[in-house]
């Protein structure tokens, strides 16, 4: 896929803000990495901030991601349409009122709108590519700070332990909100509120509000195991491990073949 995170430029043609953005972040993150976590370096804030930017990013430039914003919207559009229909529809005169206000608000006319053009049920509701981008790109910057406040742990697996990725690798979980575990920005209010993210097959970044400062520590396989079923709460399509074993790979197996299972259950009913 080409020009994924280009946006139009109102010419024409298309802006690589986003394109240029990525490119530098990615920069920050690699050299963070090199000189600072792979070696065990005390992080400095720079390279802070490059890790930082580097979890928020993986918030809101996921492709999975932007498919659930774009089904999140979409379902918005047409629960829109059915209070529309359902409370301006009930009637003629407050379905009347209603199309006044409108024109009163917009300066244009709705004579001949009618209730059941709402009915979303015979439309085909798309979101635009650029608008699902800008959206989630619009709180990135915020997003990082808050990433940044919180204090951190660095997780060092050793061998033969190694963490595992996803194509939504990032996870949020709290036993406030009934021990979930969650993919949303918005939900890291919560005072015990806990921040996975493998930055590499050997180490992980852990963030929490229970501590200040930045600690580095050796993971038992325990934790490592943990860290990866975190990461696999909420794949779409893709697991990647560097090695055929790792710590949690049996319960990852039995989901999947869950799934697969519910999957043909369903298939074979349609």
């Known amino acids: 896929m080409?020009?994924?995170?280009?946006?139009?430029?109102?010419?024409?043609?298309?802006?690589?803000?986003?394109?240029?953005a990525l490119s530098h972040s990615e920069g920050g993150f690699a050299r963070a990495m090199r000189e600072y976590v792979i070696p065990r370096k005390a992080l400095d804030d720079d390279a802070k901030g490059a890790?930082?930017?580097?979890?928020?990013?993986?918030?809101?430039?996921?492709?999975?991601?932007?498919?659930?914003?774009?089904?999140?919207?979409?379902?918005?559009?047409?629960?829109?349409?059915?209070?529309?229909?359902?409370?301006?529809?009930?009637?003629?005169?407050?379905?009347?009122?209603?199309?006044?206000?409108?024109?009163?608000?917009?300066?244009?006319?709705?004579?001949?709108?009618?209730p059941e053009h709402f009915d979303p049920d015979k439309f085909e509701i798309t979101i635009p590519h650029e608008r699902t981008l800008?959206?989630?790109?619009?709180?990135?910057?915020?997003?990082?700070?808050?990433?940044?406040?919180?204090?951190?742990?660095?997780?060092?697996?050793?061998?033969?332990?190694?963490?595992?990725?996803s194509d939504q690798p990032l996870a949020l979980h709290s036993r406030v909100l009934e021990g979930q575990s969650f993919y949303r920005p918005g939900l890291m209010w919560p005072?015990?509120?806990?921040?996975?993210?493998?930055?590499?097959r050997s180490v992980a970044l852990f963030g929490s509000w229970?501590?200040?400062?930045?600690?580095?520590?050796?993971?038992?396989?325990?934790?490592?195991?943990?860290?990866?079923?975190?990461?696999?709460?909420?794949?779409r399509d893709l697991f990647v491990a560097s090695v055929p074993e790792f710590p949690g790979r049996e319960d990852i197996q039995r989901e999947i073949e869950r799934e697969l299972a519910a999957a043909r259950g369903e298939a074979a009913r349609g």
């Open 2 to 20: 080409t020009d994924y995170y280009s946006l139009p430029d109102g010419k024409g043609g298309t802006d690589l803000v986003l394109e240029k």
């Open 51 to 114: 890790l930082a930017m580097f979890a928020a990013l993986m918030f809101v430039r996921l492709p999975a991601q932007h498919k659930q914003m774009n089904d999140f919207q979409v379902e918005t559009v047409k629960m829109t349409m059915e209070m529309m229909r359902g409370v301006y529809g009930k009637d003629e005169e407050t379905w009347q009122a209603y199309l006044k206000q409108m024109e009163e608000k917009t300066g244009q006319s709705f004579s001949g709108l009618r």
């Open 134 to 165: 800008a959206l989630a790109f619009a709180k990135v910057e915020k997003l990082a700070d808050v990433i940044m406040n919180m204090g951190w742990k660095l997780y060092y697996a050793a061998e033969p332990d190694s963490f595992i990725t």
């Open 191 to 200: 005072d015990d509120v806990e921040l996975t993210l493998p930055l590499g």
């Open 210 to 235: 229970s501590e200040d400062g930045v600690t580095l520590k050796d993971a038992m396989t325990k934790e490592v195991q943990t860290f990866n079923l975190r990461s696999a709460t909420y794949t």
